[in-house]
């Protein structure tokens, strides 16, 4: 036998050792390849971690009894998804095979060109059942509103499909009021004269940047407010603007919670739950998640919820808030997805998907009467879906935008600057950003 | 000079010195060889991030090199200096307060608690807020400072010393030492141990004979303990000031920032800027910016405090 000295002994061990390690890495890259080209084993989908992906945990093993392939949710919280979808987009990796999306975050994915087209590369179609709303929201470039500059040459697609048909809406203490307030001059009178000691008369959601921003906008808009106008020229100084976000910081104030400005969903379903609050407004997935939670609120069957209540302007217009799946463009198993994305869609499944949490956006289930039993909120739903409401404004800027506009906000709130210093302040952060984003502002 | 070249042994065989220098390489390719892993996590780590975000702080999203551009925005914008007014107030608040706090807990505790077993256990309790997650203490931190049900108010509601709610995060100023206490709870516990094993360091007999010539505890502390500690506090203040730093979660969860951006502190500006903003090269700007001015305030501190006893 050979004698080896030791170096050459401690070159083979290494070499032994690394190919040794290397096996299950060579083995799951083959396990790759071989399920691009057919079915895969798996679907990875990364979630937001809470309500909205509950119901979507429920029905995967089905679609897995049904067609052998599992469905492996990767759940991160809302911030933490946004910044891991970001940067996976950026390398174009291939770690999901689906993605749940917040739908202010679909300009962003668009301008980026993150996602694989689900009409031209998967044949989606729209469904007479299923609002148009619903597929506009998921289409890149926006078909109507304001289309950012470097995106007016590009084709429209659709890229997301909702699963959760998210529209912000109003609830109100049925059992004391008689009548539901339609506009903002009855739920100011309403907030007046129900406000007392340890009852407040309107519960405002106003934590700063998103929180604040979110419940702020259905009233911005309904007083003929926006943030831009329909050429990206910031509008949060015009008079209708500081009108609305004097209405809320000024005039709701007053029979508001304490501390509003350091309020967010969860402390305002919780004093809506606890009946210590006559109204406010309201997302779905805080109705089934508190406000109507069996065990824990004192206001079950307590609660109407209608659309967003009439402003100056003639109108109430709710925001939305859906929640998309899309297919990232680096996907190896696109077909496969936009399979999962299709029998997510049909009627039957739909129905399971509700029965287990859902939010659906078929409205033949929006209005189905036994549905409507267990989730009292359907019929707002619908008739929100229907209006339509607005989207936020469909900009890759809009996380820029929205942190400005919702600490603008919260100052108000809080008292540190007047609503009108507070828009004008903003207004003019907003224009130095959109301006050095390419925007006209 | 002569004799001494006389008493040196004449060289007669080269051998012996070419072996020792062959072992002393081998010797040094080895400590080199061990070394390796360690740098090159640091490099992987450490190094390549710094040079990507140096890269990053002069070029555009599209790679194009704009100068100092990006430095010029960043130190440009108002809410940089409101972000860096807020944890310069942060910083004055929880630095003193540890400190004092810290050095009064571990002067009493040594010259008071003499029994091992008592020691110990305060040893232990002293650990336990530094290994609990950041989140979870801002979670509780929450529950004791929240608006309606924050525990404070209740506990002072029901000893009569309050009859209406203290917005505890709400008024700027309270917002500020409320999320300022949290630091205060969870870190001067670290101040406590590191000046109490340097304690631990004093001769006993210099303390026994400034005790025989009359020396009180202030002349004590001030002449004797304190010549010890004075590298400790050093060291405190290195570890403390990067950690202000890079303070996140217990503000992001109780204040988010606010009232406005009242305590809006430089990371949770940063983070905004990067990942709200997405503005890559304006953040990177303001990192490299952040870490120049902390190297400088470090060269300052030590020159301050010198790290030698004598």
């Not at chain 1, 790759?32 to 079915?39: A, D, F, L, R």
Request: aromatic letters at 10%.
């Amino acid at each position: 036998m050979q004698r080896i000295t030791r170096r050459e002994f401690v070159k083979r061990t290494a070499v032994t050792g690394a190919a040794f390690t290397s096996i299950p890495a060579i083995l799951a890259a083959c396990g790759t390849g071989t399920s691009t080209s057919n079915k895969p084993s798996k679907l990875t989908v990364a979630a937001v971690q809470g309500a909205e992906d509950g119901p979507l945990k429920k029905v995967g093993p089905m679609y897995t009894a049904k067609t052998g392939i599992t469905i492996e949710i990767v759940e991160f919280p809302y911030d933490t998804l946004f910044s891991k979808l970001v940067t996976t987009f950026q390398a174009n990796g291939s770690s999901y095979d689906l993605c749940m999306m917040d739908d202010p975050w679909m300009p962003k994915f668009g301008t980026m060109g993150a996602l694989q087209p689900l009409d031209s590369n998967f044949g989606f179609t729209r469904d007479s059942d299923i609002p148009s709303i619903v597929y506009d929201v998921g289409t890149w470039p926006p078909p109507s509103g304001p289309v950012p500059p470097t995106e007016q040459s590009k084709a429209k697609h659709l890229y997301g499909i909702t699963i959760v048909g998210n529209v912000e809406m109003f609830m109100y203490r049925k059992d004391l009021a008689t009548a539901a307030p339609t506009s903002w001059d009855d739920v100011k009178a309403n907030a007046a004269r129900f406000n007392k000691a340890n009852f407040y008369g309107y519960v405002i959601r106003g934590k700063a940047t998103n929180p604040a921003s979110s419940d702020s906008l259905p009233i911005l808009w309904s007083f003929g407010g926006d943030v831009f106008d329909t050429n990206w020229k910031v509008k949060l100084d015009s008079t209708e603007s500081i009108d609305a976000i004097t209405f809320l910081t000024k005039t709701l104030k007053q029979y508001a919670e304490p501390s509003a400005d350091n309020i967010d969903a969860a402390d305002r379903d919780r004093l809506i739950a606890i009946g210590q609050a006559f109204q406010s407004t309201t997302w779905p997935a805080e109705v089934t998640g508190v406000v109507e939670a069996q065990g824990s609120s004192q206001v079950i069957g307590k609660m109407a919820y209608i659309p967003i209540p009439q402003g100056p302007s003639g109108k109430g217009i709710g925001m939305m808030g859906n929640w998309l799946l899309g297919i990232p463009k680096g996907s190896h198993n696109g077909s496969a997805a936009a399979d999962f994305i299709k029998w997510m869609l049909q009627a039957d499944n739909m129905k399971t998907y509700v029965q287990n949490g859902g939010i659906p956006t078929r409205t033949s289930l929006l209005n189905d009467a036994t549905l409507g039993q267990t989730n009292p909120y359907f019929p707002a739903l619908a008739k929100s879906l229907a209006a339509p409401p607005n989207w936020r404004p469909r900009t890759d800027q809009w996380n820029a935008v929205e942190t400005i506009y919702g600490t603008a906000v919260n100052q108000a709130i809080a008292g540190l600057k007047t609503p009108k210093d507070a828009m004008m302040s903003a207004a003019a952060q907003i224009r130095t950003t959109m301006q050095g984003a390419g925007y006209p502002s | 000079m002569s004799r001494l070249v006389a008493e040196l042994p004449a060289p007669t065989d080269e051998r012996p010195v070419r072996v020792g220098r062959r072992r002393r390489g081998r010797q040094e390719r080895l400590a080199y060889l061990i070394l390796l892993p360690a740098l090159g996590t640091v490099f992987v780590i450490v190094t390549i991030p710094f040079i990507v975000v140096l890269i990053q702080s002069v070029t555009a999203d599209d790679g194009s090199f704009l100068g100092l551009r990006n430095f010029t925005r960043a130190l440009a914008n108002p809410l940089f200096y409101e972000a860096l007014r807020a944890t310069g107030v942060y910083a004055l608040i929880v630095l003193p307060s540890e400190i004092v706090l810290g050095l009064g807990f571990a002067l009493l505790v040594h010259r008071t608690v003499r029994r091992a077993g008592l020691r110990a256990t305060l040893y232990v309790l002293a650990v336990l807020p530094l290994v609990v997650p950041p989140v979870a203490i801002g979670v509780v931190a929450r529950l004791i400072y929240a608006p309606g049900y924050g525990v404070l108010n209740i506990i002072l509601e029901r000893l009569g010393l309050i009859h209406q709610e203290i917005q505890w995060l709400s008024n700027p100023t309270l917002a500020m030492l409320s999320v300022a206490s949290v630091d205060v709870w969870q870190w001067t516990p670290f101040v406590y141990l590191v000046l109490f094993a340097g304690l631990q360091t004093v001769p006993r007999e210099s303390v026994e004979a400034a005790q025989v010539d009359g020396a009180g505890w202030w002349t004590q502390f001030r002449y004797i303990e304190l010549f010890y500690l004075r590298p400790l506090f050093l060291l405190i203040l290195f570890f403390r000031l990067a950690d202000v730093l890079r303070v996140f979660d217990h503000v992001y969860i109780l204040t988010g920032g606010g009232p406005g951006t009242t305590t809006q502190l430089l990371s949770l500006y940063l983070y905004r800027t990067e990942f709200k903003f997405f503005d890559t090269g304006q953040a990177a700007a303001l990192a490299v910016v952040v870490l120049v001015s902390i190297s400088i305030l470090y060269s300052l501190i030590t020159r301050v405090l010198p790290l030698e006893r004598a």
